[in-house]
């Protein structure tokens, strides 16, 4: 998965947490579930989304089974590692992006809209790379 796809999902899941938010703050604490299609129920909001992008972000692997304890997470960390090192740059380009809109004092736009903005923004073939 490209990095420029891994922020777009990561901006797919901050837009839509918005409304997870809104919609646990509406609903009965005691009844709340998740609001996402599809989840089982008493679910996080959003865990689909996140797991759906987590599994494809983070590549599989085998580990041999003569392999010490060491060995196997040194194998695991030097698998994980670009995906780990993929989603913190998604999140943290998105976070300066939406830090210096709001340090700047601009009202004239909501995060939601700045996110569907730099979604565009990445959507276009040479942009946001």
Excluded at 10 to 17: D, E, M, Y
Excluded at 63 to 89: F, K, N, Q, W, Y
Excluded at 90 to 105: M, N, P, T
Aim: cysteine-free.
């Amino acid at each position: 998965m490209e990095q420029n796809e891994v922020v777009l999902r990561v901006i797919g899941i901050l837009t839509q947490s918005a409304e997870w938010v809104r919609t646990a703050g509406a609903q009965d604490p005691e009844a709340a579930g998740s609001a996402e299609p599809g989840a089982e129920p008493g679910a996080e909001p959003g865990a689909g989304q996140i797991g759906s992008l987590l599994a494809e972000v983070f590549p599989s692997f085998t580990v041999s089974p003569e392999a010490t304890p060491l060995e196997a997470a040194h194998a695991v960390t030097e698998a994980a590692l670009p995906a780990v090192m993929r989603l913190i740059g998604a999140f943290s380009y998105i976070y300066a992006e939406l830090a210096r809109v709001h340090d700047s004092g601009r009202t004239d736009i909501t995060s939601e809209e700045l996110l569907r903005e730099l979604a565009l923004r990445m959507s276009r073939p040479g942009d946001g790379e």
